[in-house]
């Protein structure tokens, strides 16, 4: 199977190495045309003019989904969304792209290369759509993932953003709590406040990320109910 693997950053490559390890024919792809001698170093093949892969993996935010990029997406191929599995980001991805919603194939792997080099493989988990995880293609990626031990969990979009509300829920907090430990003496945080402001490390490196993880619709019907816990506490204890 040949996959083309669009965007070659931390994750990107991540990807590519993965793949080539597991027999495929993979083919890389970015705006900085440096990135070349590090792809081909992994074993990868800097994408040719003339060609049709299999599978197009999209690593890239959606913002980076520029339209001279997405004019050069192939009829046939299945498209891999690995941005978000959050309903708002499939629904703007599909409407940017302007095709059915069976050719894009979204998962969300929740580890990256750093979780992989501590922790290893096995037992990690990827998020993906229901459809079309019945595509050969599809099937083959993935299996490429279970063969190294990884949990492949599915499920609908709105299923997902359900699950995981706590996820968004923490990084919500913790940008609270970095917002009310800037004027305070760090030798005081307790262990549980520095643990909180380290989730905020994960995204240090990209605000796009951290807004996808914000932007969890989940989080934002339960806005309203934190509010008023917060206007609550606030009467109680005379914060205002």
């Known amino acids: 199977m040949k996959v083309l693997v669009l965007g070659l950053g931390k994750f990107g490559m991540f990807l590519v190495q993965h793949l080539v390890a597991a027999g495929l024919e993979v083919y890389g792809s970015d705006t900085n045309a440096a990135k070349r001698q590090e792809l081909e170093a992994c074993g990868g093949v800097w994408q040719p003019e003339q060609f049709c892969p299999d599978v197009v993996i999209l690593a890239l935010f959606p913002s980076q989904m520029t339209p001279e990029l997405l004019l050069g997406l192939w009829p046939s191929s299945l498209l891999v ?48 759509t229901l459809e079309p995880s019945n595509d050969w293609r599809a099937v083959q990626l993935l299996e490429t993932f279970v063969s190294k031990g990884v949990v492949i969990d599915r499920m609908s979009s709105t299923e997902h953003d359900h699950k995981m509300l706590t996820h968004a829920l ?23 406040a520095r643990h909180m402001l380290g989730l905020l490390d994960y995204t240090a490196d990209s605000a796009e990320l951290r807004h ?8 934002k019907q339960l806005f309203p109910k934190l509010q008023g816990v917060w206007d609550g506490l606030a009467q109680e204890f005379g914060l205002l």
């Open 170 to 192: 923490a990084f919500f907090l913790a940008e609270f709590i970095q917002a009310g430990a800037e004027r305070a003496d760090p030798r005081y945080l307790t262990s549980s």
């Open 81 to 128: 969304n690995i941005s978000s599995v959050q309903a708002p980001g499939i629904a703007a991805l599909r409407e940017a792209i302007g095709i059915g919603i069976e050719r894009i194939f979204s998962l969300h792997p929740l580890f990256g290369p750093v979780a992989v080099a501590k922790s290893g493989w096995v037992g990690k988990q990827i998020v993906v």
């Open 212 to 219: 996808l993880i914000l932007s969890n619709p989940s989080l």
